[in-house]
C-alpha cells in the first residue's frame, strides 16, 4: 500500500516551454502533497505544501509563478513549470501525506514518488 | 530552522563491514525522524521510521537510533553487502515539514 506515482519519469523541453508534472496516490487519499525539488549531489529542498482544494503554501525563495501547483482532487496534485530556462533542469520529486483516519496518518509519514527529471534545453 | 547535518559525506566499505552513519538535527522539537535510502536517478525508499518518543527502530539488518535531546540519530547496518551501495537520507519533521540532510554516499566493495 501507499504508491506514489509521478508522471513523466523524465522531460526533456525547449527553453521557454511549460512542463506539468502530476503526482498521483494510487492506494490512499493523500489531503496533502508536497514538492520537491532536488539538485545534483544535493538533498531534497521543500518548494511547497498543497492541500485539496486550497492554494498551495510556498516556501520562501519559490517563485508561486513559475511554479504552478495545482491539488484538484485527493489523489492528484501538479506541478506545471512555466517559461522554462535552463536553470529549472533539476529532480522534482513529490510526496502524499495519508489523510485523517487512514493507517500510517498519525505518524504524518510522507510517500514519496519515483521523481521526474527535467532537462530545459 | 531546522538544519540537518549527516557525516560522513561518503564512506566505502569492504563487504562485511558494518556501517555506521550519523546525522544531526539543531532544532530538537521534531515530530519524527526518517532514514531513507536513495539509488543514482531514483526516488527515495523509507528505511526506518522513529517516532519521537521512541529510541530506535530495527528492520533486519537495519537499525535507527535517536536521541532527540542531543539531536542525533545514528543509521547501523550490519554486515554490508554490495547492494546497500546508495545515498542514504536523514530527514526530520518539524511542523508539518521534512527537512532533509545532504546524505551519506555509501559504496560497499565486494
Known amino acids: 500500500g501507499a504508491v506514489v506515482s509521478q508522471h513523466p519519469s523524465w522531460v526533456i523541453c525547449k527553453s521557454g516551454t511549460s512542463v506539468k508534472i502530476e503526482c498521483r496516490s494510487l492506494?490512499?487519499?493523500?489531503?496533502?502533497m508536497f514538492w520537491y525539488r532536488q539538485f545534483p549531489k544535493q538533498s531534497l529542498m521543500l518548494m511547497a505544501t498543497?492541500?485539496?482544494?486550497?492554494?498551495?503554501?510556498?516556501e520562501q525563495g519559490v517563485e508561486k509563478d513559475k511554479f504552478l501547483i495545482n491539488h484538484a482532487s485527493l489523489t492528484l496534485s501538479t506541478l506545471t513549470v512555466t517559461s522554462a530556462h535552463p536553470e529549472d533542469s533539476s529532480f522534482y520529486i513529490c510526496?502524499?501525506?495519508?489523510?485523517?483516519?487512514?493507517?500510517?496518518?498519525?505518524?504524518?509519514?510522507?510517500?514519496f514518488g519515483p521523481g521526474t527529471r527535467l532537462t530545459v534545453t | 530552522k531546522q538544519e540537518v547535518t549527516q557525516i560522513p559525506a561518503a564512506l566505502s566499505v569492504p563487504e562485511g563491514e558494518n556501517l555506521v552513519l550519523n546525522c544531526s538535527f539543531t532544532d530538537s522539537a521534531i515530530y519524527n525522524l526518517q532514514w531513507f535510502r536513495q539509488d543514482p536517478g531514483k526516488g527515495l525508499t523509507s528505511l526506518l521510521l522513529i517516532q519521537s518518543s521512541q529510541r530506535e527502530q530495527t528492520s533486519g539488518r537495519l537499525n535507527a537510533s535517536l536521541d532527540k535531546s542531543s539531536g542525533r540519530s545514528t543509521l547501523y547496518i550490519a554486515a554490508s553487502q554490495p547492494g546497500d551501495s546508495a545515498t542514504y537520507l536523514c530527514?526530520?519533521?518539524?511542523?508539518?515539514?521534512?527537512?532533509f540532510g545532504a546524505g551519506t554516499t555509501v559504496t560497499v566493495r565486494a
Open positions: 530527514a526530520v519533521l518539524n511542523d508539518y515539514k521534512l527537512s
Open positions: 510526496s502524499a501525506r495519508a489523510g485523517p483516519g487512514l493507517a500510517g496518518a498519525w505518524t504524518y509519514e510522507q510517500y
Open positions: 498543497s492541500n485539496e482544494g486550497s492554494k498551495a503554501t510556498y
Open positions: 492506494d490512499f487519499q493523500a489531503t496533502t
